[in-house]
């Protein structure tokens, strides 16, 4: 059940949980936005955000940026964009309080066509970069991997891995952010049919480990640790698959195969017990990752199989999980994280896909419509309090919170829209 639009801990025993799309908004002022979903890649942003959310947004400044949806990061007093601008991949470094662009490198994309099912979307990139330790690291749409100085824009090292492969890239093009832990950048490279995870050194470029165990799809991989063990855990074509951070290793996998290969929402972290939600188009499913005596294994919690998970990652607050499902033409939602229980889901309808994000007790939601909405994080009913038209052309990433507001990158440009 649904308000009238306004105007304008789960403890279940000892390990962590994961969920498959998941994004939580706190207090963003000195934290840097690092990556696909932030540092931590939950979702949690610590920025206050306003007090009481205005009436209106006001624009400070816009930048021509390119096309494409990587998201912007924030880290080092900059923001960095990931674009592609007259058939270049162009990386770029950002002045918050200007939008004046500081630092500039491209290189000539690949050719790439996008099947007739995605033609709208374009040609990328859609993966969203990530810093560490004052470097950028992208990966554009043919799978070209680059690591940049995040300061100065120098190129460090760049792997295509194109004499490894079939292709380089998936039927939809490639979407996974890569993700960089203990000196590793961590991503998943070639063709649905043909493909693997990698691991390259983060300084040097040089390869580490490679798994060819399966060809990627097009969710980002996370790094937890599961009883003791860091692992990337992440969706590959047919399976969700936990591998040994330090040597690639297998240790655990759940078949998962998708309609096309569109295995796309990201396993996160959740809570204190080994669970991992894991979000299809079909159902969402918590899953508990186990040892014992050396070896893996797999047990369902819960499945809910009213709420599909195509595109969107959901966020979490306590006990309570927010989203935007596919079904029902789109909706938005509430689920009970302990037993999967749909708590509510909004008026049908919405659109093909929301950014949902959690800062404090409000939930953003991000139409792909270029409409931001500020909604209470209510466990009862779909409660929305402000509703701003931030871009009039499609917005398929989600916003960057800053101190002063929100950062919204639309089809090809880049905007600060302030609170104050």
């Known amino acids: 059940m649904s308000r009238p639009l306004a105007s304008g801990s789960w403890q279940a025993g000892l390990g962590v949980t994961i969920v498959a799309g998941l994004i939580l908004w706190a207090d963003l002022g000195a934290q840097q936005w690092t990556g696909w979903r932030g540092p931590n890649r939950d979702g949690v942003v610590q920025v206050a955000g306003p007090g009481v959310w205005p009436e209106m947004l006001n624009r400070k400044w816009q930048v021509e940026v390119g096309e494409g949806y990587a998201n912007p990061l924030f880290a080092d007093g900059r923001i960095f964009q ?86 380089t890239w998936v039927m939809f093009g490639n979407a996974m952010s890569p993700i ?73 996998q759940r078949d998962f195969p998708a309609r096309s290969g569109m295995n796309i929402p990201t396993p996160v972290l959740l809570g204190q017990a080994q669970t991992i939600l894991a979000g299809t188009a079909e159902g969402t499913y918590a899953l508990r990752v186990t040892r014992s005596g050396g070896r893996w294994s797999i047990e369902e919690v819960w499945q809910n199989a009213d709420i599909g998970l195509r595109f969107s990652t959901p966020v979490r607050k306590d006990d309570l999980l927010f989203g935007f499902t596919s079904m029902n033409r789109g909706a938005f939602f509430a689920l009970d994280v302990r037993t999967g229980r749909t708590l509510w889901m909004s008026e049908p309808r919405q659109g093909d896909n929301a950014a949902p994000l959690l800062l404090g007790d409000h939930v953003l939601l991000l139409r792909d419509t270029g409409e931001l909405i ?28 800053l101190a002063d507001g929100i950062v919204v990158k639309d089809a090809t440009t880049l905007s600060l829209l302030g609170w104050d």
Do not use: C
């Not at 691991?199 to 991989?221: I, N, V």
């Not at 599961?226 to 951070?245: I, N």
């Not at 909604?375 to 919170?401: I, K």
């Open 180 to 252: 960089v832990s203990d000196g590793l950048v961590v991503a998943l490279i070639g063709t649905n049919e043909d493909g693997a995870i990698v691991a390259h050194d983060a300084r040097s470029g040089a390869e580490r480990w490679m798994w060819r165990g399966d060809g990627p799809a097009y969710a980002s991989p996370v790094v937890v640790e599961l009883d003791g063990v860091k692992q990337v855990v992440s969706f590959t074509e047919r399976y969700l698959v936990g591998l040994a951070l330090e040597s690639g290793e297998l240790l655990w």
């Open 82 to 167: 990931f674009a592609k601008q007259n058939g270049n991949e162009v990386a770029l470094a950002i002045d918050p309080a200007s939008g004046t662009i500081l630092w500039r490198q491209s290189y000539p994309a690949s050719t790439f066509e996008p099947v007739s099912a995605a033609a709208r979307h374009g040609t990328g990139p859609f993966s969203t970069p990530v810093y560490d330790a004052g470097m950028l690291y992208t990966f554009g749409s043919t799978g070209v991997l680059s690591a940049f100085d995040a300061t100065t824009g120098e190129l460090a090292w760049r792997h295509d891995h194109a004499t490894d492969f079939k292709s």
């Open 374 to 401: 500020v909604a209470e994080a209510s466990s009862t009913d779909f409660r929305p309090v402000r509703r701003y038209q931030v871009s009039d052309s499609a917005t398929y990433t989600h916003p960057l919170v």
